[in-house]
């Protein structure tokens, strides 16, 4: 499956932004997806996961909780994540990634499918 990543950009502190994640060549809803983040000078960490199928379970890392909300159109082949309150930190390059695999899934290694990152740059 390929993945294409959009809608990042340059927003002021206390904004919101919605990233896309554009999914082609599987089908969609039996994978498992999730976006991670990579800021400058920082390893890529975990941001959010959503499961297979109609999406029912998501997963978030701590500091998003309450503010980042994960969700999936199988019938658009898409997930996105919905950023609210943004702060300076979660200033990073956003990646998604896919699995063919049931569960919440919160480690790189777990996924097979990445796409290609989208700026997500917070003004303070």
């Known amino acids: 499956v390929q993945l294409q990543a959009s809608g990042g950009g340059l927003v002021q502190a206390g904004g919101s932004l919605r990233l896309s994640c554009a999914a082609s060549?599987?089908?969609?809803?039996?994978?498992?997806m999730g976006w991670f983040r990579q800021a400058p000078g920082k390893e890529r960490e975990f941001v959010a996961a959503?499961?297979?199928?109609?999406?029912?379970?998501?997963y978030y890392t701590d500091s998003v909780k309450g503010r980042f909300t994960i969700a999936r159109d199988n019938a658009k082949n898409t997930v996105y994540l919905q950023m609210n309150s943004l702060k300076p930190e979660d200033a990073a390059v956003y990646y998604c990634?896919?699995?063919?695999?049931?569960?919440?899934?919160?480690?790189?290694?777990?996924?097979?499918?990445w796409g290609q990152g989208t700026q997500v740059t917070v003004s303070s």
């Open positions: 990634a896919a699995v063919q695999f049931k569960g919440l899934h919160s480690a790189q290694y777990e996924y097979d499918y």
């Open positions: 060549g599987g089908t969609f809803s039996n994978y498992a």
């Open positions: 959503i499961s297979w199928s109609g999406g029912g379970s998501t």
